[in-house]
């Protein structure tokens, strides 16, 4: 198998982290994003999505979702189980991995891609048509990640980890979001304690360097 991966983005950064909870060692193969490399027929050709990661199997079938890719690797290996064991806890960090890309993901991505000029007619992550900038989507994900932060702040003031009482998958996407919005110039309100300390637990993994 072959991981098609590149370093700054935070969707392979969730494979990484995960695959390094899980002690997982798969090939790797850097796409070189500033040069546009994902967006050229050499890797359209293995992923016509136009995004990383990328899994291609054995078999050459591709992968090309982060999530999925962790899901193939978690049936594999269930072991630690970072998608939960019990049917409750499968159902939870479902639930709050998804709360966490549609809220505060996709936040980030309408703040980066609706402004800065390198995604001019790329506002969409992946391989379009030209897709137009909408600078109010800008405004709208710096409001949506206030909300999100408070909203998430609130749900660890009551539990240790994102999902519940066990890292889970749920923080590993967490924690790329929140990374992702600081590279993007979206900070967290103040008084955001609890997330704050549940950061700091995060990052002191091991598998956050990943």
């Given amino acids: 198998m072959k991981l098609y991966d590149a370093d700054p983005a935070p969707s392979p950064r969730r494979v ?19 040069s546009g490399e994902h967006l050229q027929p050499g890797y359209l ?17 591709v992968i090309g979702d982060s999530t999925a890719i962790c899901r193939f690797f978690e049936a594999l290996h269930p072991d630690p189980p970072l ?6 806890e499968i159902a939870r960090i479902t639930a709050w991995t998804r ?14 891609r609706n402004v800065a000029g390198r995604f001019a007619d790329r506002a969409e992550p992946g391989h379009w048509p030209e897709l137009p900038q909408i600078p109010a989507l800008a405004a709208r ?22 999902a519940g009482d066990r890292y889970s998958y749920a ?15 979206l900070k967290l309100p103040e008084g955001v304690s609890h997330l704050r300390r549940w950061h700091d637990a995060v990052v002191a993994r091991p598998s956050a360097s990943a």
């Fill in 16 to 34: 990484r982290i995960y695959l390094a909870e899980k002690a997982i060692s798969v090939e790797r193969v850097l796409v070189d994003l500033k």
């Fill in 45 to 61: 050709a293995i992923n016509p999505r136009g995004t990383v990661p990328a899994l291609q199997l054995d078999d050459g079938e």
């Fill in 83 to 88: 998608f939960g064991a019990r049917p409750v």
């Fill in 99 to 112: 709360r966490v890309e549609a809220e505060g993901y996709a936040a980030c991505v309408y703040a980066l």
């Fill in 141 to 162: 994900g710096k409001r949506m990640w206030e909300a999100f932060s408070i909203m998430l702040d609130a749900r660890l003031a009551s539990s240790e980890w994102v």
């Fill in 171 to 185: 923080d590993i996407t967490a924690l790329v979001t929140v990374d992702f919005a600081k590279a993007v110039k």
